[in-house]
Nanobody, 123 residues
Framework: QVQLVESGGGLVQAGDSLRLSCAAS????????IGWFRQAPGKERGVVAA????????YYTDSVKGRFTISRDNAKNTVYLQMNNLKPEDTAVYYC????????????????WGQGTQVTVSS
């Protein structure tokens, strides 16, 4: 059974940094893509970054390019999202999710989801 467990959220000020972690278990993820999503109140859930497990190739949406970095640690079966220069508009619940294959953008393509972690950025 696949399990994804997020951690690392919190309350920070604008300009601060946070690192989110997604601990994955239950199968081998070598052919999977792991994505980080966020959902703010009243808005749809959308991807912000994703990574191909097999080679670590990252994907980013324009809103986080240059500020967020996604990475993975094979030994720990964990994917990270380093978030720098946080802005109030980054406030959301952040989720990690997993899907088979290399496509990365569509929320509905992801089969496995974590429970989410709250990130709040004050101005």
């Amino acid at each position: 059974q696949v399990q994804l467990v997020e951690s690392g959220g919190g309350l920070v000020q604008a300009g601060d940094s946070l690192r989110l972690s997604c601990a994955a278990s239950g199968r081998t993820f070598s052919s999977y893509t792991i994505g980080w999503f966020r959902q703010a109140p009243g808005k749809e859930r959308g991807v912000v970054a994703a990574i191909r497990w097999t080679d670590g190739f990252p994907y980013y949406t324009d809103s986080v390019k240059g500020r967020f970095t996604i990475s993975r640690d094979n030994a720990k079966n964990t994917v990270y999202l380093q978030m720098n220069n946080l802005k109030p508009e980054d406030t959301a619940v952040y989720y990690c999710a997993a899907k088979y294959g290399t496509s990365w953008y569509k929320t509905n393509d992801y089969n496995y989801w974590g429970q989410g972690t709250q990130v709040t950025v004050s101005s």
